[in-house]
């Protein structure tokens, strides 16, 4: 099994930063794609940035110039920098991950966190 646990959400004001974490642990060969998703009350889940294994991240518009996505391979974990937040990014955010959890065969599952509560008020 693997998990993966979300930290750092909170209340901001408008104008203001947040940073989240989400660490993967368990049985893990390796990890692939990671991202971060966030979904609004009565609204589907959409992804928010992605970042691959050697670190190309990708963003969608409304955050481009905001957030800023990273990883650590060595301790399996990606965060997100949030700043200048805006109401509209109040959302659960949710960690994603693509992990490898065998060598032979090769064997990748995906994995959600949690979630972590972001709220930002105007």
């Known amino acids: 099994q693997v998990q993966l646990v979300e930290s750092g959400g909170g209340l901001a004001q408008a104008g203001g930063s947040l940073r989240l974490s989400c660490a993967a642990s368990?049985?893990?060969?390796?990890?692939?794609?990671m991202g971060w998703y966030r979904q609004a009350p009565g609204k589907q889940r959409v992804m928010v940035a992605g970042i691959d294994r050697e670190g190309s991240a990708s963003y969608t518009d409304s955050v481009k110039g905001r957030f800023t996505i990273s990883r650590d391979n060595a301790k399996n974990t990606i965060y997100l920098q949030m700043d200048n937040l805006k109401p509209e990014d109040t959302a659960v955010y949710y960690c994603?991950?693509?992990?490898?959890?065998?060598?032979?065969?090769?064997?990748?599952?995906?994995?959600w966190g949690q979630g972590t509560q972001v709220t930002v008020s105007s």
């Open positions: 994603n991950a693509d992990v490898q959890v065998t060598r032979i065969p090769i064997l990748k599952r995906d994995y």
């Open positions: 368990g049985n893990i060969v390796s990890i692939n794609d």
